[in-house]
Every structure is written in C-alpha cells, then in structure tokens.
C-alpha cells in the first residue's frame, strides 16, 4: 500500500470553489434550446419565469458565462459538509487484486445523503431571495425530495413533493425524512391534479415515473401564486451547480498530481455525471487534455444506450417544455421491479449533446449485478452506497478487473452519489433473492417513441 497517497483527501474550506463552472460555455455546439410545446419556438426568459425563478431561468439561459459565482449565502451553507473528501479505494483494490488505481468522490456525508444538496440550496436560496411562498417538486428515489425538503426547511419556505409511487411504497423512511423537514409528500400519479387524474384514467393501477411527477409538480406550481417550480435533474441550472462535485475533485486529483485515465458516473437525468465530469469535460473540449468519461446507465431505463435523440416531453402529462435529448419517450413507465433508482425516461440536453458528438461513452447494467457490486463495496469499503451510485460501482469495478486481466495500472474515479441507508427494501429484496432484472423489449421501447412529438 503507498503511503504516498492519504485513504481520504481533503480539501481545505479556502479551497472550496467560490463559482461553478459552465460546461456550455466551452461546447462548439451548444445543447439545443428547449422549446415552447404550443408554438415549438425557443422558450423565452419571459416564457420561464412563471415556472422557474428569475436567476434560475438565467443560468438556465447562459452558454457563455464559463464561471458564475456562488452567492456567499450558498457558500456558508456549504461549509457544513463540503469539500466533500476524495477516497482512494485501497480495501477494495487490495479485493479485487487490481493494478488499477481507484477513487470515488463521496457525496453522502450531508443529512440529506446525497448529492443533491448542492442544487437544492442554491435553488431555494433563490427562491426565497425572490420572496415566493414556496416550491414544488417530483423526486424518484426520494434523495431530491429529501435535500430539497431540507434546503426550503433551512430558509423557511414551503416545500410540496411529488414521489413516485412506487418509491413511495418502497422507500417510506425517506418519505418521513421529507416529512420531517417539513415537506408535504404526495404519491404520484395522484388525484389531487388534473393532470394526474388524466394519468391515473389512461393507466389505472400505475406504478408512476418521475414524467408523471413533473406533471403534477408543475401544475401546481403554475397555479399557486408564489410558488415555483425546481428540478433535481436534466436542467442547465442542475449541472452548474454540481459542477462543485467536479471543481473539487480535480482540485484534490491536482493536488497529488493525479490524472485519471477514467471518470464514470452513475446516470439518470444527469445530475450527478454532468456534475462530476465537467472541468474534465472541459480540458476535453479545449483540447487540454483526454479522458474515458463512462455514464451508467440502469438496463430497466435505458435512454443513451437505446433510446432516440430527439425533441421530447419531459414529462408524462406533456405540459412542459420540450428539450431535444436522449430519450425513450415521456410515456415510457419503467418496470415496477426496477428498484436501483435513475427511472427517468430523457436525458439532460447538455449529456446528450455531449454524447451525441463523442466526448463520452455509455453502458447499460442490470439491477441485480449492481446490487452485487453494492455489497461487494460495502464489505470493504464501510460505506453502504445508495443503489443510483452503485451503477457507477459495477462498471468501476468491471473495469478494476480488465486491469488485471492487461496487468495495466489505470486510474479509475468514480462518484459515490450517495448512502442507501433508506434503500434497505431494495437491499432486503436482492437478499432475499425476490429481485430480478426487468429489460423493456425492442417493442416496448419502439410503442413509447412512436409518440414523440413532430418537431
């Protein structure tokens, strides 16, 4: 074991970013702008804002700006669990026998237990700068819901999700979580919206996606006065403010003098991935420098790998705006089996369009070798990984042992999103051996795209 390289790097608070970084700004082509679903022409600021809040919409908007400062207030909040630490990986190296060297960034050591903290503070600490009454939401797995309920608690606004309902079953200790901070949860499709009622009578007994939450989410939000709506995921204004996760991780990576030769993320929308590759992405892009950027991807909601690059709904009831991106329709619904998490049916335009031109690569797992992946690293490593983070486990691992099958000493980093200590049904029914790997069919997949919209 080198002595060289400490278990954990740290960064100091002074070293902390103090503005996130704008991956468009260094993209030849730009991600194709959302579109208003009436006239099918690029959405305006003023056609935003009755959504999302005024700065948000601007950053949204912004393809130039390479750095936007991070407000002071945001900062502070910050401190309390950032610099999140680099972990170099010598337990389960020293396991799999590896030359290969690998780390992972740990995005759990937050009350929330996840990355999304880091957008959820900045999005209501706008919010509440605008002085609105309150925000509303979807969230899968609950870690949006739950960092979010958290963020608006902290500055005494008022928080409405709406959980997918088969998480809502499936995860209720992250729903009291969300209760806790005071959030009101709602399971999804529900009949408290139009739009959800429309749902529920097109397909009774649904197990709800996050497309049907979007809808219900943002009805709400444009029917409340003082209320808007925020996203966890997918947008512009997400991955800018999780580029934290990669200004920090380069900044440690540079510190001992570290250059990986790949960099994998879990991906669902595209928080996490777009967060953690940006500065890399960018050397990419300049010319800078060269990585492996790998998205993981769940087999059970395969958009990269095989859904189709166009304008599509970002949501189920098909009254938001249309964003050009990878995607396997608004009304693909994954299995009610599929328990890792990463249900959405599109892909974060900025990801695709980076996909698209060949700046990254993706791959498919199935739920019950990511899971096995998860236990693997729990038992060497101390951490139990939440099931969306675990994607990004199963492939660093697959490729720890392509390493030491060539005898090459690659250096691996991948981002740990977040703990699964409120995902233990998933754990108990992989245990148990109840779970199964649920793969939608070509036909499946053909039936949901052969509704996208004409554009």
């Excluded at 959980?163 to 999804?188: D, L």
Aim: proline share 6%; aromatic share 10%.
């Amino acid at each position: 074991m080198s002595n060289e390289i400490p278990y954990k790097i740290y960064l100091d608070e002074s070293e902390m970013p103090t503005a996130w970084y704008n991956l468009r700004s260094d993209m030849k082509i730009k991600p194709a702008p959302l579109l208003n679903p009436g006239t099918g022409q690029p959405l305006t600021a003023e056609e935003l804002t009755p959504i999302f809040c005024e700065e948000l919409v601007q950053q949204e908007l912004d393809e130039t700006t390479p750095f936007i400062e991070i407000p002071a207030e945001i900062r502070e909040f910050y401190k309390m669990y950032r610099p999140s630490p680099l972990v170099r990986a010598y337990c389960l190296e020293k396991k799999l026998d590896t030359p290969a060297k690998i780390y992972y960034k740990f995005e759990g050591n937050n009350t929330s237990g996840s990355h999304k903290l880091n957008s959820a503070i900045a999005q209501a600490y706008y919010a509440k700068k605008q002085g609105l009454k309150g925000v509303t939401t979807e969230t899968g797995a609950g870690q949006w819901g739950t960092a979010l309920s958290m963020a608006c608690s902290y500055f005494d606004l008022d928080c409405k999700v709406f959980m997918v309902k088969v998480s809502y079953e499936q995860k209720p200790f992250r729903r009291e979580v969300m209760r806790t901070y005071g959030a009101t949860v709602t399971p999804s499709p529900s009949e408290t919206t139009e739009v959800g009622k429309k749902i529920l009578a097109e397909h009774p007994g649904t197990t709800g996606s996050l497309g049907c939450a979007i809808s219900e989410a943002v009805e709400v939000a444009t029917k409340n006065p003082g209320y808007r709506y925020v996203l966890g995921s997918v947008l512009n204004q997400v991955l800018l403010h999780q580029s934290v996760i990669g200004l920090e991780t380069k900044a440690a990576l540079d510190k001992y003098g570290i250059k990986p030769d790949m960099i994998i993320g879990c991906a669902g929308g595209g928080s996490n991935l777009g967060g953690l590759i940006a500065p890399f992405m960018g050397e990419k892009l300049r010319g800078e420098a060269d990585y492996r950027i790998i998205a993981v991807e769940p087999a059970s909601c395969p958009s990269f790998t095989r859904g189709t690059y166009a304008y599509d709904f970002c949501d189920t009831g098909m009254i938001c705006p249309l964003a050009k991106m990878y995607t396997l329709g608004s009304s693909f619904i994954p299995s009610a089996n599929h328990a890792g998490g990463l249900r959405f049916h599109g892909m974060s335009s900025t990801l695709s369009q980076l996909y698209h031109d060949g700046y990254m690569e993706a791959t498919s797992v199935e739920q019950t070798s990511v899971f096995e992946a998860a236990e693997q690293f729990a038992r060497v490593e101390g951490i139990l990984p939440a099931p969306e983070s675990s994607h990004a486990i199963r492939v660093a691992i697959d490729e720890a042992l392509k390493c030491k099958e060539t005898g090459e000493e690659k250096t691996i980093v991948f981002g740990l999103t977040g703990t699964g200590y409120f995902d233990l049904v998933a754990y108990e029914k992989f245990n148990n051996g109840e779970m199964s790997d649920q793969i939608p069919t070509d036909e499946e997949i053909a039936a949901s795209i052969a509704k996208l919209p004409q554009i």
